[in-house]
Nanobody, 127 residues
Framework: QVQLVDSGGGLVQPGGSLRLSCAAS????????MAWIRQAPGKGRVVVAA???????YYRDAVKGRFTISRDNTENTVSLHMSSLKPEDTAAYYC?????????????????????WGQGTQVTVSS
């Protein structure tokens, strides 16, 4: 089992920045593939960024150049730094983990690939 606790959401103005963090426990963190998944009101869940156990990163086109995912295997944490935020980035953001043996771009960017989820943190971008 894997336990994930995500934090860092809040209200930010358009163009602003925010950093989300996720603390993992219960399994060797370095073996996990991690992702940030968001769900906007009335919309489905989408993976916005993912990072493999070896550090390979993947991003949804809508956030490329604005979001950065990173991991710290000594602290068992994964972070999402978000900049140049837009109102359309408003959503509940979830940290998620997978221990899949195969983790390519198709797997990484599919939200159903992740069996372990945090409780979510709300990000609201509004003036």
């Amino acid at each position: 089992q894997v336990q994930l606790v995500d934090s860092g959401g809040g209200l930010v103005q358009p163009g602003g920045s925010l950093r989300l963090s996720c603390a993992a426990s219960g399994r060797a963190f370095s073996s996990l593939h991690m992702a940030w998944i968001r769900q906007a009101p009335g919309k489905g869940r989408v993976v916005v960024a993912a990072i493999s156990s070896s550090g390979v990163t993947y991003y949804r086109d809508a956030v490329k150049g604005r979001f950065t995912i990173s991991r710290d295997n000594t602290e068992n944490t994964v972070s999402l730094h978000m900049s140049s935020l837009k109102p359309e980035d408003t959503a509940a953001y979830y940290c998620a983990a997978s221990s899949a043996s195969l983790f390519d771009v198709l797997v990484a960017m599919e939200y159903s690939s992740y069996p372990y989820w945090g409780q979510g943190t709300q990000v609201t971008v509004s003036s």
